[in-house]
């Protein structure tokens, strides 16, 4: 008699991990799609366009595609570890399960950085473009606004937060495409000196190794977000792949959004090569003025804010709720954040603890966004190398898996791209990185002594674990018939 597989089991089955469902799974493949695209904002480019063209040296196309090729390797192991462990808790559950719970600890508190300055980074971002528009209004006023606006969205219900999503995923859009019309009928008309060219995407002149470095720094910061669909692993109801169906697919197509809208840019522009420091805040901005009219230009800032703002945090906001929830109900952060409403089937403390602490954080970094940029890059990095670790540990060494490109040659790839990143960040982003690092060590040891922070299926009152199933039929399927 054969025991089933984890892999087989029955959609929202929790109780093979320790737990019970308590979150509302009501999330298809498409809603986490929709997540995802919304977090990582199709229209990104737009804030940062013109820093990333003097860096790339107009290539900011080119710049989006590296970024494409050197996350790809790093959305194939967060779905080769969301398959096996369909649970909230994202890389903190991947690498305590893969590798060794305490490790799990620390992956977790390093993405905590990156999931908590990701808001404030937001809400800045958001305060610089609404101030733009509105100059009487303080930069401060702006970000309570957001801020009490994205908790109340996130405090309805994860069902209303889709809502949400969906009706700004289809306002940036429609800008894309009311973008994209503009800019060819301005290149049809040589408006400025437009003309179709490839420069944008690739130009020898100016191309070389450096730039490739400083391509992926930039990209990397881009790109987050998608790691975020993996929080909203027990909300969804579409099985133990949505998940990475979701991140690969929205990954691939916010690459398409990003490169598309990049390359016409740049083509509005051909003979610039770089923005004056002063002007490259607003260059694309700039670029929709001179094409269209103030109005237009306006408009483009305006939802560039609210989908910034708005759309983009309350997805930061939900990913970092989802975190904190998990490792609480594992013992491994204060138990009370584990708390859920019984009406909305929310995390409700750990989302007002997230907007308490973005409150003071987004205060107190208004204008300091290259800094947090930094911050939130070294979280994330290096959450990610122990996610890639977990995939060869668990798949490669304890399951003998025989899928050699899945399981070792992907995932020391997309390890080998973020050590170099990680390596070429900031010197302040390292020494901030580093002592946030020894401050989860010090929690991870004040939890330990007290013997809290097991999880679930190690505990000896606890049901069969997924290593315990794993185990079992492997031992079955290699009893000798009959």
Known sequence: MSTPDRHVQGEGDLTQFGYKQELNRGLSTTDLLIYGLVFMVPIAPWAIYGTVYNEAKGMVPLVYLIGLVA?????????????????????????????????????????????????????????????????????????????AVNTAINYVGISFTAVVNRLFLTAEVLFLVIFAVMAVVAIAHGTGGAHVTAKPLFDAAHFSAPLVGTALSIAVLSFLGFDGIATLSEESKGGHRSAGIAMIGGLFLVAFFFVSQTWLAGMLIPDTTSFPDAEAGNAFFDIVGRISNNGWQIAFLAMNALAVGIANAVAAQSATSRLLFSMSRDGQLPRFLAHINTRSKVPER???????????????????????????????????????VSVVTYYGVRRRSSNILMHWVGPIIGFAIIGFVLWNAEPAAKIGGIVWLVIGVAVLAYYSRKGIGILPEHRADAAPGPADVETAHLQTASEPKG
């Open 350 to 388: 750990a989302i007002l603890l997230v907007a308490g602490i973005t409150l003071v954080l987004g205060l107190f970094f208004v204008g300091q966004i290259g800094l947090i940029s930094s911050l939130v890059n070294f979280g994330a990095l290096t959450a990610f190398l122990l996610l890639h």
């Open 71 to 147: 996350m790809i390797f790093t959305a194939l192991s967060y779905a080769q570890m969301s398959r096996a462990f369909p649970i909230a808790g994202s890389v903190y559950s991947y690498v305590g399960r893969g590798i060794h719970p305490k490790l799990g600890f620390i992956a977790g508190w390093t993405i905590l950085l990156d999931y908590l300055l990701v808001p404030t980074l937001l809400y800045v971002f958001a305060a610089e473009s609404m101030s733009g528009i509105f100059p009487a209004v303080p930069k401060w006023a702006w970000i309570l606004l957001f801020l």
